[in-house]
């Protein structure tokens, strides 16, 4: 079986190209034929139909009571004739070719009768001459006829030396090829056999150097046809052999190649044009891959930077208990820290695999935001913050331990992120299929060039504002993995310097879960 799909066109291509030229010099050549041969039948008809005028012109029988006959006794002799035609004995239809045969016993010239159609044997004669004959021949080809009577008995031949066979025809017209010989019978008057033939060597020669014509032509034809078949078939796969190429090149150090398109045809550009997108997001997802684990290192480096220099600096001297104290005090901190980090990590290497798993029950959450606000009420207190909370229970099946951890970020943000004497709102309520919660703040906003980035890892809109306690970047993106594994919504309006609104909206009931 043939791989390249190049031969396999290529094969297809010579097939049909094959036969469609072979159906087509067949047809020509069938056609050539026929008409060549219609050409010579008809040359041959009319010479035949010439002499069975002549025979017809002939009077019509003798009234004696006798049956007609055909020749007229005596036909063929007194003038001598042109070689061949030499009068054949006469004798009455029926009685058969037994005894007499062809050539039989000659009439002596005494009992010279006349024809049966009423003229001298010399009349026939020079009627049957036909001079028109030679002249009507068939082209290149030299005539000659036959005229028989019923029994088989030549009555002119010419040339008189010319053979030709006597057969009972059965229909009134008849064609036959005596080999390179053509010849048309004719039922003449009174049962004669008129047979006018030709030598259609030329003819058939010709009709040879035609086949061998067709033949060279398809063959000319069949080999332009490759070339050009092969030529196109080249042009044809050339885009294939492209994007191969292209692709070819790609790899995880080199997302940016893409194929060229702009010339390609419309088929194949679709399928450029759909790599090309699938490079993009290989491209994206690659450069965030790479975006995320230089965020995460970076991320980690800080609370490794301050274990390691607090454990150096305890260990240079001898040190008092309470300094020692500190030094762990401090490496707990940091270490805290790292182990959030890395919990932040594991949380989004999950959902990002599809492996968050959420234990799903019936939340209230309006109870979730009330937990949330006693737990940040102390953070609250010392940032000078007032938390409200307004609406009625709205009821959702949900993971009662990760949207708790959603509400509680978005609040400790709305704290983090006002100013002091500001407000935190936080409104629970029903919609047709969701229920929602928003959290609003009268703190400091967010550009309106950073709103769409904040749900990125490790975004942070100003490093400078962030939180002193350390926030990494990576609490919206959390947030945001948790309402999509819930098939939920997190939106996010914000003003600078006069508050943000971040609204979590989750379907009450998980009938389609992202993440199982
Ligand atoms: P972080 O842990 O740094 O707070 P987040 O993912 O929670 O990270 O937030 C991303 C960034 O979005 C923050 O650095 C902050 O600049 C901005 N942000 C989040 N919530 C608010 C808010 N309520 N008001 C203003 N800015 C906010």
């Known amino acids: 079986m043939i791989k390249s799909l190049r031969w396999r066109m290529q094969i297809w291509h010579v097939a049909i190209l094959g036969v469609a030229i072979a159906l087509f010099a067949t047809a020509f050549y069938i056609q050539l034929h026929r008409s060549t041969l219609s050409e010579i039948d008809l040359e041959l008809l009319s010479g035949a139909r010439v002499l069975e005028g002549t025979l017809r012109t002939l009077p019509p029988p003798r009234q004696d009571g006798e049956r007609p006959m055909f020749p007229p006794p005596g036909f063929g002799e007194g003038r001598g004739g042109p070689p061949g035609f030499e009068a054949r004995p006469s004798r009455p239809v029926g009685e058969g070719r037994g005894g007499e045969g062809r050539g039989g016993e000659r009439p002596g010239p005494g009992n010279r009768p006349r024809g049966m159609f009423g ?95 067709l033949i060279v032509t398809g063959v000319g034809v069949l080999a332009m046809g490759l070339v050009g078949g092969w030529w196109l078939s ?71 930077a301050v274990l390691m220099s607090h454990c150096e600096l305890a260990l240079n001297r001898p040190r008092s208990t309470e300094e020692y104290k500190q030094t762990i005090v401090t490496c707990q901190k940091a270490g805290a820290r790292m182990k959030m980090l890395v919990e932040d990590l594991l949380t989004l290497a999950r959902a990002d695999s599809g492996k968050l798993e959420l234990d799903r ?29 307004v609406g009625s229970t709205v009821t959702c099946e949900a993971d009662a331990r990760r949207v708790s951890q959603v509400i509680l970020n978005l609040m400790s943000n709305a704290i983090y992120y006002n100013r002091a004497g500001g407000k935190v709102t936080v409104s629970s309520a029903m919609e047709t299929n969701h229920a929602v919660v928003v959290v609003q703040d009268t703190g400091v906003g967010i550009p309106h060039a950073a709103v769409p980035h904040v749900f990125d890892r490790f975004y942070r809109v100003d490093e400078a504002r962030s939180r002193q306690s350390g926030g990494s970047g990576l609490g919206l993106a959390i ?27 989750l379907p009450i009931s998980l009938r389609h879960p992202s993440v199982t």
């Not at 109870?367 to 007032?386: G, H, K, P, T």
């Open 119 to 213: 003229l001298p044997a010399g009349r026939i004669e020079a009627l049957l001459q036909l001079p028109p004959l030679s002249a009507r021949g068939p082209r290149g080809a030299a005539p000659y006829f036959a005229v028989f009577d019923p029994e088989g008995r030549t009555i002119r031949a010419e040339p008189s030396d010319q053979q030709v066979e006597w057969v009972v025809p059965r229909r009134s017209i008849e064609y036959r090829n005596q080999g390179t010989q053509r010849e048309v019978l004719l039922r003449g008057p009174g049962d004669a056999l008129i047979v006018v033939g030709a030598d259609i060597r030329p003819q058939l020669d010709r009709l040879r150097a035609w086949l061998l014509q």
């Open 234 to 304: 080249g042009k044809t796969i050339r885009p294939i052999q492209q994007i191969s190429d292209t692709a070819g090149q790609i790899n995880a150090a080199n997302l940016s190649a893409r194929i060229p398109t702009e010339r390609m045809d419309s088929e194949v550009r679709t399928l450029a044009s759909i790599l090309n997108s699938m490079f993009g997001r290989l491209d994206q997802s690659f450069k965030q891959q790479s975006q995320f684990t230089a965020d995460a290192s970076h991320e980690l480096r800080t609370p490794l």
């Open 361 to 389: 029950s019936l939340v209230d959450l309006q109870l979730l935001v009330r937990d949330a606000a006693i737990q940040l009420a102390s953070l609250a207190e010392e940032r000078n913050v007032e938390i409200e909370i």
């Open 479 to 505: 947030c945001k993995s948790i309402v999509d594994a819930h098939a939920g919504e997190l939106l996010v309006q914000s003003e600078l310097n006069v508050g943000s609104r971040f609204t979590l909206r």
